[in-house]
């Protein structure tokens, strides 16, 4: 592999695409200072990857664009292409060409190409890696990383010596492994602790879902049963109401009878018609009194006929009268369902109200407690992670002791070597130490100032830190009366609340507080409850309540009209009762006189009660003659010796004067009237109390704070103070190494020995300040380690904890959700039972609305036929005195008209036989109607529940009795006795509505048509096994469907996260072999490569500074090579071994040299690039230089930046540098081929390229051009 082009545009000084190709052998680039020679090692460094913009003599990453001239603009952006050829099998590509491009833009954004495609940093890398040519190799030197090399802490020079032995890869292998493990071990923590989290569940669940599964077993056996069971009910309605044509019947009689009825009216009319015309045959002569007789007789019939008429419409007003009140009694029954059915879904959106808000306050309390667990999870990584980074810190910090325990120790024999040698040179030096002595006296003085300003500041500091402190403590106090202050106020609230809601009240007494259906108007009127006006003893307070009793809940209200009108309203809303007492008529006691109470007891109730003076009197009424004693026992001792008198325990028990004894167990006043005003009371001192408190707290912390402030500034002013000290004391520092520099002068071996001896000194106090500053921070993260183990075992302790809790907390949402349903489920079933009620109300109105508009037209008949039978009777009166005067001639037509009028008797008396008749049946037909009706109501009763249970129709329903069978079979013991019975008659009053009379045989009745139920099947054994299902389900209380599928889904989880974990397992397992592996092999690989590197180090060494010469390398620490640092040794000949920093700048150049020699023998790099590096070098290690150069040039290709002219003569290719406008960089190349005049040709370029001007040497560099074809090739670039 080689480098084959480098092409660049727009870095640094290259604004214009410039194009540099390198051959095999030596390439050179030369050209004047300033031209940008090194601008191209700095676009090599940059295109591998260097991301250092200090490394690249830059600020930033976007300096390294052109940033123009006075004549050109900024680009906006740099581009690098270096191109490597025959690097198939160097790195593993199938191409035999790679280019590797970067770009940079002025915004900061970079690229990153490989053959002209997008990549990541990572990338170039990872594919440069052990080649020698990467980021970090050794493939680019120049003098200042000549310096860097030598100059660095040994365990920064591995970098060079990992890169030839190609464990670079090895390393960043480790590293990603390393990562990925600790990653990996953070995964299996917290997928062991969602496994253990999913298994509580998991159980939980587990147990829910087998109830949820019995439910469901149960459920489907009921409605096996339950369907069959209302199917056989529903053909037996259907039997009952369907099929019985009765109404048919008896709407056919009436028919006929009214047919018939017509026929005999039709018959009297024609008898009267005949009498009148016999009686006009018979009685020609007597025309006058005949037609008058005829008149008054028709009248008379005429009247008759009505009043029959009006008798006929009075019955049948009464008939539909009673139909009336039959139907008014039916609608007003199924108007008292239809209400008793609102009141239901009432009191069910109560119910529903109260659950939602129950899940409500569960749910913020479970997000409250779930918010809880997250923050003690984020503190328990916080902690776990700083455990992790502090036990990380401790092994460094053990390192870094261990390191400078060695340095200490090295620098020590060195010192010893020196110290003869010192003690004889210091006496040459004495007169120019006393000069120091005055400088030293007030370094001395300042230092001591120095101290005491230091001490004066931590002072400083430690008030500021027990201020900070202080005022942190009063946050926290501030914080908890803050929070305690919040949940006294809370409950008072709901105290309060709870007293204007009348909690505990009897019903009627909250619906006056509430204000009945005049809120405003009553809430003004009424005072309040009896028990608010009283202030009591709060030991007494049991014994107070027990004496009062009922009494507490009196309403006090300003007259005696409120009290009226409040009754009256409970009495119209149905709202119960309330004792209620009116202020005005509250009477004056007598007062009587007590007797002494005994010492045994606590005195009289009235001593232990205040009220208001408006009750004062009702209160004396109703206590005076009570006595307060400590317990039951007392007051019956003391009942015979104070007779008349009352008595009430401190544990809630009376004993009434006539004998009473009321007691039991006594609650602890939390929950009473009086007890809960007692609270109030005190909460509300407490509260103010709390107030006061915070506000206290809160004027200390602001005087705190200013304090703090305060102390702040003085920190400042005394750091600025300390700063300036220290100013001053560097100043005489410096001073005073200004004399001992003029001491070091004296003689250059003094010199020598004091500039070494202090260079040990420095580093031993370097050393040992380093070894103590690390042992006290170890000490602290020590410290710091406990501290947080500590933190780490409560943290799980709470996490637990919290677990638990929201566990709990979880569960009773769940319960509450569960009851929710239920409720909205029974909501549902009283909904789809209201529907049908209201339409048979319907019908019924309908029904009355008939019946009254039959009722309105006999009424105006009645009317009618009265009016008529009036005026008839006018005219009979008047024919009636004309009768008289011919009564004589009358008499011989009594015969025949007695005849007729026996007749039309009898024709009478057959109509109304038959009116009566028809009367009677159409009251039967009106009670079939009715009776049709309520079995078509039982009928779609049966159907909604049906529907409402099981969702299905029951007209569509198909028995299926091999399913009944089945079911039935798994009851057969329970269900033995009741098979071997005789026929039951089943009564199915509590389900279907029949009546007694009514009831059904559900072994024996008559299959209806089409009916597909067997009759052999015992149905009151089934409805039995029905009832015991429906107990054990309602038994079985809430129950979470969702269990089962809940329990799937998280089994399906808990065996996934279980193959996770061993998936992860076996994971760490692997990476832990892998980095086991990579350890072996780089072990292996390093050592190998160090001990070829460090023979080779020595003998190259040698053959640059002669046979004299040694170096040697050295593992600071040979117990852990892959870590250990690498110390240089170099003793040029003529010298003491000594530090390779005591070395000259060629020696360095030299040393730096032969190490990078040393390392080509091992792993050569495909290219080298060299800047300047021969600039310290003299014409004599030039030449050794050049020999040891010239044995690697068949290995690698050599770039080097020079201003040597020796070194020039060994290049083959020549690149001339120059800046023929001025900022702008230009190159132009030379490549040399005819071996006689190269030499010449050589000379004369390299005059040329040296002495060309800032500004370039353009035309100088063109006149090679002109040379012989066998002399140069000039490269344009």
């Given at each position: 592999m080689f480098l084959k082009s480098l092409e660049i545009h727009g870095f640094k000084s290259f604004a214009d695409r410039t194009k540099l190709l390198f051959h095999k052998g030596v390439t050179g680039v030369v050209g004047p200072n300033g031209c940008g020679k090194s601008n191209i090692v700095d676009a090599i460094r940059w295109v591998l990857g260097e991301t250092s913009a200090k490394a690249l003599r830059g600020g930033e990453m976007a300096d390294v664009i052109f940033n123009g001239t006075d004549k050109r603009q900024p680009l906006g952006m740099a581009e690098v292409t270096l191109t490597l050829g025959d690097c198939e099998a160097a790195l593993g590509t199938e191409f035999n060409e790679v280019s590797f491009g970067r770009r940079v833009y002025r915004d900061g954004k970079s690229e990153y190409l490989i053959n002209k495609s997008p990549c990541r940093l990572k990338d170039i890398h990872d594919l440069l890696s052990g080649t020698g040519i990467g980021r970090t190799s050794y493939s680019v030197m120049e003098q200042g990383k000549i310096d860097q090399l030598l100059s660095s802490k040994p365990e920064e020079r591995r970098a060079v010596?990992?890169?030839?032995?190609?464990?670079?890869?090895?390393?960043?292998?480790?590293?990603?492994?390393?990562?990925?493990?600790?990653?990996?071990?953070?995964?299996?923590?917290?997928?062991?602790?969602?496994?253990?989290?999913?298994?509580?569940q998991r159980r939980s669940v587990q147990r829910q879902a087998m109830k949820a599964k019995r439910y469901r077993a149960m459920d489907a056996e009921i409605r096996v049963l339950d369907l069959h069971l209302s199917h056989k009910l529903w053909q037996d309605y259907r039997t009952h109401t369907g099929v019985d044509g009765s109404i048919d019947s008896l709407r056919q009689q009436q028919s006929e009878l009214e047919a018939s009825l017509e026929d005999l009216q039709a018959g009297l009319t024609h008898l009267r018609q005949s009498y009148q015309e016999a009686d006009s045959r018979l009685h020609v002569l007597q025309a006058e009194v005949a037609q008058r007789r005829n008149?008054?007789?028709?009248?008379?019939?005429?009247?008759?006929?009505?009043?029959?008429?009006?008798?006929?419409?009075?019955?049948?007003?009464?008939?539909?009268?009673?139909?009336?009140?039959?139907?008014?009694?039916?609608?007003?029954?199924?108007?008292?369902?239809?209400?008793?059915?609102?009141?239901?879904?009432?009191?069910?959106?109560?119910?529903?109200?109260?659950?939602?808000?129950?899940?409500?306050?569960?749910?913020?309390?479970?997000?409250?407690?779930?918010e809880q667990r997250k923050e003690l999870s984020r503190q328990m990584s916080a902690n776990r992670a700083e455990h992790s980074s502090l036990e990380g810190r401790l092994a460094?910090?053990?390192?870094?002791?261990?390191?400078?325990?060695?340095?200490?120790?090295?620098?020590?024999?060195?010192?010893?070597?020196?110290?003869?040698?010192?003690?004889?040179?210091?006496?040459?030096?004495?007169?120019?130490?006393?000069?120091?002595g005055e400088l030293r006296t007030q370094l001395s003085s300042q230092r001591e100032h120095l101290m005491r300003d230091e001490e004066t500041l931590r002072g400083a500091e430690g008030l500021h830190q027990n201020a900070r402190r202080d005022l942190e403590e009063l946050n926290i106090r501030a914080e908890e009366l803050h929070r305690l202050h919040t949940e006294k106020r809370s409950r008072l609230e709901v105290l309060r609340q709870l007293i204007a809601e009348g909690e505990g009240f009897e019903k009627g007494t909250q619906a006056v507080l509430r204000g009945l259906d005049r809120p405003d108007f009553y809430r003004k009127a009424v005072h309040g409850?009896?028990?608010?006006?009283?202030?009591?003893?709060?030991?007494?307070?049991?014994?107070?309540?027990?004496?009062?009793?009922?009494?507490?809940?009196?309403?006090?209200?300003?007259?005696?009209?409120?009290?009226?009108?409040?009754?009256?309203?409970?009495?119209r809303g149905q709202l119960g009762q309330a004792a209620l007492v009116a202020v005005n008529d509250i009477e004056v006691p007598n007062h009587k006189k007590r007797p002494t109470a005994p010492s045994v007891s606590l005195g009289w109730a009235l001593d232990r009660v205040e009220c208001a003076a408006e009750i004062s009197s009702l209160i004396h009424r109703l206590l005076f003659g009570v006595m307060i004693v400590p317990n039951l026992s007392v007051a019956l001792r003391l009942r015979s010796e104070y007779p008349g008198v009352a008595f009430a325990t401190i544990e809630g028990e009376f004993v009434s004067a006539e004998g009473v004894i009321q007691g039991g167990v006594s609650g602890d006043g939390s929950g009473s009237i009086l007890g809960r005003q007692s609270e109030v009371r005190e909460l509300d001192l407490l509260s103010r109390e709390l107030s006061t408190r915070l506000e206290d707290v809160e004027n200390r912390r602001n005087r705190l704070a200013g304090r703090l402030d305060q102390l702040e500034r003085t920190i400042q002013q005394k750091r600025d103070r300390l700063q300036s000290r220290r100013?001053?004391?560097?100043?005489?520092?410096?001073?005073?190494?200004?004399?001992?520099?003029e001491i070091q002068q004296i003689d250059s071996k003094i010199e020598t020995v004091q500039w070494e001896r202090k260079e040990l000194t420095e580093r031993r106090e370097e050393a040992e300040k380093g070894v103590a500053e690390s042992r006290d921070e170890r000490a602290l993260a020590v410290d710091r380690l406990e501290v947080l183990t500590v933190e780490g075992a409560r943290l799980r302790q709470e996490l637990e904890q919290a677990e638990q809790l929201e566990k709990e907390s979880n569960e009773l949402h769940n319960e509450q959700r569960?009851?929710?349903?239920?409720?909205?489920?029974?909501?549902?079933?009283?909904?789809?039972?209201?529907?049908?009620?209201?339409?048979?109300?319907?019908?019924?109105r309908e029904l009355l609305d008939r019946r009254q508009s039959e009722i309105a037209a006999y009424k105006n008949r009645i009317e009618t036929c009265t009016a008529e039978s009036a005026a008839l009777l006018e005219k009979v009166a008047d024919w009636e005195t004309d009768l008289v005067e011919k009564e004589e001639e009358l008499e011989s037509f009594k015969i025949q008209r007695s005849r007729l009028t026996?007749?039309?008797?009898?024709?009478?008396?057959?109509?109304?036989?038959?009116?009566?008749?028809?009367?009677?049946?159409?009251?039967?037909?009106?009670?079939?109607?009715?009776?049709?009706?309520?079995?078509?109501?039982?009928?779609?009763?049966?159907e909604a529940n049906v529907r409402q249970r099981y969702q299905a129709e029951i007209s569509e329903f198909q028995p299926e009795m091999e399913k009944l069978h089945a079911v039935l079979s798994q009851h057969q013991g329970r269900g033995e006795a009741a098979r071997q019975a005789p026929p039951v008659h089943q009564d199915f009053e509590d389900e279907d509505g029949l009546e007694p009379g009514e009831m059904v045989s559900v072994t024996s009745h008559p299959a209806s048509p089409g009916a597909d139920l067997p009759v052999s099947v015992d149905w009151a054994f089934i409805n039995e096994v029905v009832n015991q299902i429906r107990q054990k389900l309602d038994s079985m209380g809430p129950v979470n469907l969702d269990a089962i599928l809940e329990f799937d889904e998280l089994e399906q989880r808990y065996q996934f996260l279980t193959k996770q974990y061993e998936d992860l397992v076996n994971s760490r397992e692997e990476l832990l072999k892998v980095i086991a592996k990579i350890n072996r092999d780089t072990r292996r690989i390093f050592g190998d490569t160090f001990e070829k590197i460090r023979v080779n180090f020595q003998a190259t060494f040698r053959d640059l500074f002669g046979e004299r010469g040694r170096a040697d390398l050295l593992l600071m620490d040979d117990g852990d090579p892959l870590e250990s640092g690498i110390d240089i040794i170099a003793k040029p000949p003529g010298k003491k071994l000594q530090s390779i920093s005591l070395l000259s700048g060629g020696e360095r150049s030299m040393t730096a040299v032969a190490l990078l020699f040393a390392i080509y023998m091992v792993k050569p790099s495909p290219f080298c690039v060299l800047d300047e590096l021969d600039a310290p070098l003299d014409e004599a290690n030039i030449s050794r230089f050049l020999q040891v150069l010239d044995r690697f040039i068949g290995q690698s290709q050599f770039i080097i930046v020079t201003h040597n002219k020796r070194t020039m003569s060994r290049a083959d290719v020549m690149y001339g540098v120059s800046m023929e406008e001025f900022g702008v960089s230009k190159t132009v190349g030379m490549k040399f081929s005819a071996n006689e005049e190269r030499a010449r040709e050589r000379e004369r370029s390299r005059e040329a390229l040296e002495s060309a001007p800032d500004r370039g040497d353009g035309e100088g560099a063109s006149g090679h051009e002109e040379a012989p074809d066998d002399s140069l090739t000039v490269l344009a670039s």
């Open positions: 010596f990992e890169e030839a032995a190609g464990v670079t890869r090895f390393k960043q292998q480790r590293k990603e492994a390393l990562r990925k493990l600790e990653y990996t071990e953070g995964n299996l923590e917290r997928v062991k602790l969602i496994i253990d989290e999913v298994e509580r008149e008054i007789q028709g009248a008379s019939q005429r009247i008759e006929s009505n009043g029959e008429r009006i008798h006929e419409f009075g019955v049948l007003i009464h008939t539909a009268e009673a139909d009336i009140s039959n139907t008014a009694g039916t609608l007003e029954r199924h108007e008292e369902e239809l209400r008793d059915a609102e009141f239901m879904l009432s009191s069910i959106d109560d119910k529903i109200g109260q659950q939602q808000a129950l899940i409500d306050e569960y749910q913020a309390s479970l997000e409250r407690v779930r460094t910090l053990d390192a870094r002791i261990e390191a400078g325990m060695r340095q200490m120790a090295s620098d020590t024999r060195r010192d010893d070597q020196q110290a003869e040698e010192l003690r004889r040179l210091q006496r040459e030096h004495a007169q120019r130490t006393a000069e120091g409850a009896l028990s608010s006006y009283l202030e009591v003893d709060p030991a007494c307070t049991p014994a107070i309540e027990a004496a009062l009793g009922r009494h507490l809940q009196t309403l006090v209200v300003k007259d005696s009209r409120t009290v009226e009108a409040i009754i009256s309203a409970l009495k100013v001053s004391f560097s100043t005489i520092e410096g001073q005073l190494s200004l004399i001992a520099r569960t009851s929710l349903a239920v409720e909205r489920r029974a909501r549902e079933s009283v909904e789809q039972q209201r529907h049908p009620m209201s339409r048979r109300m319907n019908e019924l026996e007749e039309i008797a009898t024709s009478e008396g057959l109509i109304s036989d038959q009116r009566k008749e028809i009367q009677v049946i159409a009251e039967e037909r009106s009670a079939e109607e009715v009776r049709q009706a309520q079995g078509r109501i039982r009928l779609e009763n049966l």
